[in-house]
């Protein structure tokens, strides 16, 4: 108990200072959406602390340090590529106009931090567990190469298609015509191979509610939706809705057969 609250104390306090640094950082630049970027490096952080500071099995935590070392950089490098030097995102300008920068600390920083703490808890948790049932950690492997494969190759061919000047309204090539969301539908797989990876010994199972909050978010808060919302009404937009499902991968609908 007593390393769970050193490991859990340390991760809270890392993701704060993350969060503190990173608010500082958009102030100046003006930008909310720097907190994109941080949003993986956090968990790499946490990751981190919970490898050094647990007392666990050691291969776990090192092994879960690597598959969210290597999520995590992978997204920030993404997120940074895509954000630098374009202006504030859309979804944050719309979310925060009007309001002062505190409110920005408030609503996003201060609830990102709380948010890589609890998605995190799987790390803590597995941080100070023994070993664990063997299969059950390979399952989760697997379920974060198929995490990994969704969200870097959806996020490749999305980047291809604005470098396309021929391009059409929406992206409705190679994953994207069997999912609207695969980079999403990835981060989800992603988070439940590594909730798998832990809960392979107990008590990692208890952290099945960090999952689950991070697939609210994907598909309902921060993620899925809000972006749908924002792209409700450009052209060609409904007849994408129409025959390709909104989250998990499916076959492309035929045409009289709306997707879910």
């Given at each position: 108990?007593?390393?769970?609250?050193?490991?859990?104390?340390?991760?809270?306090?890392?993701?704060?200072?993350?969060?503190?640094?990173?608010?500082?950082?958009?102030?100046?630049?003006?930008?909310?959406?720097?907190?994109?970027?941080?949003?993986?490096?956090?968990?790499?952080?946490?990751?981190?602390?919970?490898?050094?500071?647990?007392?666990?099995?050691?291969?776990?935590?090192?092994?879960?340090?690597?598959?969210?070392?290597?999520?995590?950089?992978?997204?920030?490098?993404?997120?940074?590529?895509r954000n630098h030097g374009q202006p504030e995102d859309a979804r944050y300008a719309a979310m925060l106009e009007g309001q002062s920068y505190a409110v920005a600390v408030r609503?996003?920083?201060?609830?990102?931090?709380?948010?890589?703490?609890?998605?995190?808890?799987?790390?803590?948790?597995?941080?100070?567990?023994?070993?664990?049932?063997?299969?059950?950690?390979?399952?989760?492997?697997?379920?974060?190469?198929?995490?990994?494969?969704?969200?870097?190759?959806?996020?490749?061919?999305?980047?291809?298609?604005?470098?396309?000047?021929?391009?059409?309204?929406?992206?409705?090539?190679?994953?994207?015509?069997?999912?609207?969301?695969?980079n999403y539908f990835g981060d989800t797989c992603v988070w439940w191979g590594i909730f798998l990876v832990a809960a392979s010994a107990w008590p990692g199972v208890l952290t099945?509610?960090?999952?689950?909050?991070?697939?609210?978010?994907?598909?309902?808060?921060?993620?899925?939706?809000?972006?749908?919302?924002?792209?409700?009404?450009?052209?060609?937009?409904?007849?994408?809705?129409?025959?390709?499902?909104?989250?998990?991968?499916?076959?492309?609908?035929?045409?009289?057969?709306?997707?879910?």
């Amino acid at each position: 108990m007593t390393a769970f609250v050193l490991v859990s104390g340390a991760s809270l306090a890392a993701a704060a200072l993350l969060m503190a640094v990173t608010a500082v950082i958009g102030h100046r630049l003006g930008k909310v959406s720097v907190v994109d970027t941080s949003w993986g490096l956090g968990f790499v952080l946490i990751a981190l602390v919970a490898a050094v500071l647990g007392d666990g099995a050691d291969w776990r935590r090192w092994l879960l340090f690597a598959l969210v070392g290597f999520w995590g950089l992978r997204l920030a490098w993404h997120m940074h590529r895509r954000n630098h030097g374009q202006p504030e995102d859309a979804r944050y300008a719309a979310m925060l106009e009007g309001q002062s920068y505190a409110v920005a600390v408030r609503r996003v920083f201060a609830t990102q931090g709380i948010a890589l703490w609890f998605v995190s808890l799987p790390l803590q948790v597995s941080a100070v567990a023994g070993s664990g049932v063997t299969w059950v950690v390979a399952v989760g492997v697997v379920l974060w190469l198929v995490g990994v494969f969704f969200e870097s190759v959806g996020d490749a061919q999305l980047a291809a298609y604005k470098r396309d000047p021929e391009r059409g309204p929406v992206m409705d090539r190679g994953l994207w015509a069997w999912t609207r969301h695969p980079n999403y539908f990835g981060d989800t797989c992603v988070w439940w191979g590594i909730f798998l990876v832990a809960a392979s010994a107990w008590p990692g199972v208890l952290t099945v509610l960090s999952p689950v909050a991070m697939t609210y978010f994907l598909v309902f808060a921060t993620g899925a939706r809000l972006l749908e919302k924002h792209m409700a009404g450009r052209p060609s937009w409904d007849d994408y809705v129409a025959r390709t499902s909104m989250f998990v991968p499916l076959p492309p609908r035929r045409p009289g057969r709306r997707a879910r």
